[in-house]
Every structure is written in structure tokens, then in C-alpha cells.
């Protein structure tokens, strides 16, 4: 068991590591904003974003440890992305400019 994951760690890099005890963290969009303003987390682990508001919301980043853009989401849509690299991820909304929320990704 030990040395399985000792090998898989080494065969496929530093992602797999943090993936292999990673969560999930749900943020969610209502009333045009963030549902937290920052949320720290482990490199590996994933956001899930939903959008619980009656408007479409575009929810990106461009900071260097995770850059994604999630495009036009429509409400009730849920879109998840993982986090593998430890830093500063600042995120907004490309349609609301008051929309900002900062995840602090851990090593
Ligand atoms: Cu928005």
C-alpha cells in the first residue's frame, strides 16, 4: 500500500499527491456576489462552483498559480477545478465587477 502510493507519487508528479487526500469546497454565487470572500484550501483540492443566483454569472481567474475562465454560467449550474498549485488565486466575475473572492492555496 505504502510503496504503491510512493511509486504512483513519483511516476506522476506532485499533483497526485495532493490528489490523493483532496477535498472538494462548495462557493457558490447568489445576489451577485461570492458566498465566502476567501477561502483557504490544499493544493489538489477542488472548488466547486455553482451558480445559485437568477442571473448568469463568468467566473475566471487570471492569477498565475490557476488561470481558467468557467464561461457563461447559467443559474443552477455547478462547474468544478482543482486547485494543484499553491499561491494566491484571485477570482471574479468577467459580467459583475464587484464579484471577488480570493482562495489561498496551501502547499
Ligand atoms: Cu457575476
Known sequence: MQRSFAFAA???GASSIGSACAADFDVSQKNQAFSVPTLTIKAGDSVTFKNDDKV???VYSVSDPKAFDLGSEAP???QKVVF??????E???AM???MHMKIVVTP
Open 76 to 78: 443552477g449550474k455547478t
Open 96 to 98: 459583475h465587477d464587484n
Open 84 to 89: 494543484d498549485k499553491p499561491g494566491t488565486v
Open 10 to 12: 513519483a511516476v506522476l
Open 91 to 93: 477570482v471574479e466575475c
Open 56 to 58: 448568469n454569472h463568468n
